[in-house]
């Protein structure tokens, strides 16, 4: 523990760099397995082969993933950007499938009543479909995010890996306190993504937390500001990346 | 108008949904579709905005073929209302019905203008503006399905199965409502029930269909009643026909007898209609209220408007305790009374129906 708050500064510069290759990645598999989900989710052929395509590369280690991408897009061995687009690729494939059955859980009556009021095919998507998966999908960028902050670790073996670098040095110089310092540091990360990202869920989603005394008495809707919520997902998803 | 020629509807795997179905839709008038599950009612409704596309035959609008127009156009110029609302669960009840308005490109502030006003129109309060749909009662939700039908004010409203979903009460009220709304905006509305009851009492056109969307009778409700055009339609009606058919007819001609002056307290003496009877009106609530000789009261009774059905004018009768109805005249004046036997000559509906 002391080492932590004796060392705050490096392990500051650590925590920034730790952020971004945790967040960049998140953020980028959002958008493309957003993409993919709105583009394919309604062919059936073309969504059966990218979930295949997604589950083959989640089942690659990560360590293998970051060796092996210099070598097919040819940069340095030490890039950040072999980190950034490994996980990026892990956030996707994880994403991709909870997009499309997000997307599939849209009420079937809410699609035929967007179809008889006139909204084309691309409006309903943007328009009606998304809003409406807002809920599952923050639920899989929650494992996602926290997913992605304990793989960014992983890099430090390559030399990039953020935090990742306290347990390398710590196990090479075999000082405990530095690992614990790495640990603790993580585990915080991702509690505070895990909580960003539900808190933002939730303000985009008004309409799934309508109080039932807002409902009978016909005040205005605010969000209940103390609610409890189910505990952060990363501790079923720590135990996971341990294998990658 | 809406026209159907010759159109029909078979669904690959063989179903025939729909049959050679000819049907003029004047504007202007409620028609209903209505027939068991399977006789290709709605089908034949999702045609006219082309959510189903016909095998064989076309559908007009005003001589416009509708596979000409695009279909999101097409759309954005109907009213739909789905059977159990289908509101946008993640829109306040306002956004919802500003939705179409919203495709027409109008702004947010103007959409929720007009929103406003078609909540009015359908009897929504205000203060439910603001709520999400999961906050309202079905009946509620029916109403904003109907608002947000209305809303961008289309010549054509079509409605599929609008009221099943609501309870008995709700739906009654709901029923009127509608007929009420179309007396005042006389849309082109095409309505889809199954229920034949809520289609002789809402549409001035009904069109039977029977399963593989074999078009059996369209006309009238009192013809489908009165003369129903095969044993199918016949089956459909068989309950209450009779009484039904009374729905469909005035009372014009009924003979009255004058009300007595009222004594004290408002109490008319009705002795020479049953020995020691009196009764008492209240204007406030329209109704009256029978008291015996021991001055028991028997009501509150409805009072019979002078333009009321037939049915109306039987069932006042049938319910009161001396058998006789009071009778409001054009001016809301309280004269006169009928009983059974006033009614007797206007009970011959096959009569009536081939006058």
Known sequence: ?244 | MITFESVSKLYPGGTQAVTDLDLQIATGSFTVLVGPSGCGKTTSMRMINRMVAPTSGRILIDGQDVADIRAVTLRLGIGYVLQNAGLFPHRTVLDNIATVQRLLGLSKAQARTKAHEAMERVGLDASLATRYPAQLSGGQQQRVGVARALAADPPILLMDEPFSAVDPIVRLELQQEVAHLQAEIKKTIVMVTHDIDEALTLGDRIAVLAPGGVLHQYASPIDILARPATDFVASLVAKDRGFRTLSFETLTGLGTTTLPVPGPEGLIDMSALAPGWGVRVNRDSGTAAWIDADGAVFGPHPLVPADASLRTGLDAVLASPTSAALLVDGTGNIGSYFTLADLGPLLRPNEQARA
Request: proline letters at 7%; glycine letters at 8%.
């Open chain 1, 1 to 244: 523990m002391n080492w932590l708050l004796d060392n705050l500064p490096q392990v500051l510069g650590l925590t920034v760099e730790h952020l971004y290759l945790s967040l960049v990645p998140t953020f980028v598999g959002v958008v493309v397995a957003l993409g993919l989900g709105l583009a394919f989710g309604n062919r059936p052929r073309a969504r059966a082969i990218i979930t295949a395509v997604a589950s083959a590369i989640f089942t690659i280690p990560s360590l293998a993933l970051f060796v092996v991408i210099p070598s097919i897009i040819g940069t340095q061995i030490l890039d950040p950007l072999n980190v950034l687009i490994a996980l990026a690729l892990y956030s996707t494939s994880l994403l991709v499938r909870t997009v499309f059955d997000a997307l599939d859980a849209v009420a079937p009556e809410v699609l035929n009543a967007a179809e008889a009021l006139g909204y084309s095919h691309a409006r309903r998507r943007i328009f009606v479909d998304l809003p409406l998966a807002v809920a599952p999908l923050a639920a899989g960028t929650r494992v996602a995010a926290v997913t992605n902050v304990s793989l960014v670790s992983v890099g430090a073996v390559i030399g990039v890996g953020g935090l990742g670098q306290l347990f390398v040095s710590g196990y090479q110089r075999n000082y405990p306190d530095q690992i614990l310092a790495g640990i603790i540091v993580i585990l915080l990360l991702a509690l505070v993504f895990d909580r960003v990202i539900a808190v933002t869920a939730r303000l985009l989603t008004p309409w799934l937390h309508l109080g039932t005394a807002a409902a009978a008495n016909g005040t205005k809707l605010r969000p209940r500001p103390h609610a409890p919520e189910v505990p952060a997902q990363h501790g079923t998803a720590a135990p996971g990346q341990e294998t990658k």
